[in-house]
């Protein structure tokens, strides 16, 4: 190599400069997980719906407008806006499906969802996913219409989606102040269907 191609090597070296790389910051387990866990919220303070049950949703409300449209309407009474802030939720949840019901404390229903509603259909009913949208539903009702925060949970049959349910009650921003089994039990009571013979 000649001198000229030297200097020109070592000029071009004292130009670039090293920059040093930094390495990616490694995320706590803890902090990964609380961001699995935080989900998206409204307006409310309710989780986000799903994008395909928002649009089953809407599709029955469009359905229904339809319907009514040619039918002539009468005028409804304006009801008056009640606040109710205590109340009540009953959690039905059987092997086929998932029905909550939201009551003041006298037992008037608010609001109510079903996984049919929701538009789950046969096994997917019964699943505890259908039964958090389920929830959501009846929650998000309550909330906008009555104002509702504080519930006292009721939990009846042995369903799958009894926890995911009663869990949906706090993440909806409601306060549960308790939770409580009401699943019937037979004391001896009915006399068994005999015994099948094969």
Not at 2 to 14: I, M, Q, W, Y
Not at 142 to 149: H, M, N
């Amino acid at each position: 190599m000649s001198e000229d191609n030297k200097t020109a090597k070592k000029t071009d070296e004292k130009k670039i400069k090293k920059v040093p790389v930094e390495e990616p910051k490694k995320k706590d387990v803890e902090s990964e997980e609380f961001d699995l866990l935080a989900e998206k919220k409204d307006a409310l303070g309710l989780e986000e719906l799903p994008d395909d049950i928002k649009k089953k949703l809407e599709k029955k409300q469009s359905e229904k407008t339809a319907k009514f449209k040619n039918k002539k309407v009468r005028k409804k009474k304006k009801k008056v806006a009640r606040k109710i802030t205590v109340g009540k939720a009953f959690i039905k949840a059987t092997y086929n499906n998932t029905i909550v019901t939201i009551t003041d404390n006298e037992g008037n229903v608010l609001s109510w969802a079903s996984a049919g509603i929701a538009g789950f259909k046969g096994p997917k009913k019964s699943t505890p996913y259908a039964a958090s949208i389920v929830t959501r539903l009846a929650v998000g009702k309550a909330r906008e219409e009555y104002g509702l925060s504080e519930v006292s949970a009721y939990v009846k049959g042995v369903g799958t989606g009894r926890e995911s349910a009663v869990r949906g009650l706090n993440n909806n921003g409601l306060n549960v102040t308790l939770i409580k089994d009401i699943t019937p039990v037979p004391h001896n009571g009915c006399r068994n269907r005999k015994p099948r013979r094969v």
